[in-house]
């Protein structure tokens, strides 16, 4: 299974391709030759292993974030309980 993450990217350097994201307040390095010639800093990205692999809406981006702080927290809970 591929998970895709939604991420605000921070930084671009377009000489390398590279450039920092912020995903889920984790700010990490990402490679954005995928999508290059469509991003600007601000934008959202799905970006899995650390390649942004697509842009995406706002929207949409803050959706799937809160389903996986959803998926997040009832994990948390089943570990919690004894599960």
Not at 4 to 23: F, H, L, N, Q, Y
Not at 32 to 55: C, K
Request: include cysteine.
């Amino acid at each position: 299974m591929c998970l895709a993450i939604p991420s605000k990217i921070v930084r671009i350097d377009r000489d390398t391709c590279m450039g920092e994201i912020d995903t889920m307040g984790v700010t990490r390095e990402a490679n954005f030759s995928l999508v290059d010639d469509e991003i600007t800093v601000g934008d959202w990205v799905l970006v899995h292993v650390g390649l942004a692999i697509s842009r995406i809406d706002a929207d949409e981006a803050q959706k799937t974030l809160a389903m996986y702080r959803e998926i997040i927290e009832l994990q948390d809970g089943a570990l919690n309980a004894g599960g």
